[in-house]
């Protein structure tokens, strides 16, 4: 009987601790993803600002 209740008290831990860690693989995929669009987002931001700067020198 108290084997059972270890054996099952082990599946319980890794059933858990599986559950937080694939939760928080998605918040940092999540975190990751949305830090990775507001680069892409800057980059090309800055980039149409020097686009507009040169244009005006060249002028």
Do not use: G
Not at 1 to 13: E, G, S
């Amino acid at each position: 009987m108290q084997n059972w209740l270890r054996i099952l008290i082990t599946v319980a831990v890794v059933v858990v601790a599986f559950a937080v860690l694939v939760a928080f693989l998605s918040i940092a995929i999540r975190i990751a993803f949305v830090l990775a669009l507001l680069a892409i987002a800057y980059y090309f931001f800055h980039r149409a600002l020097q686009m507009r700067r040169d244009r005006q020198n060249w002028r």
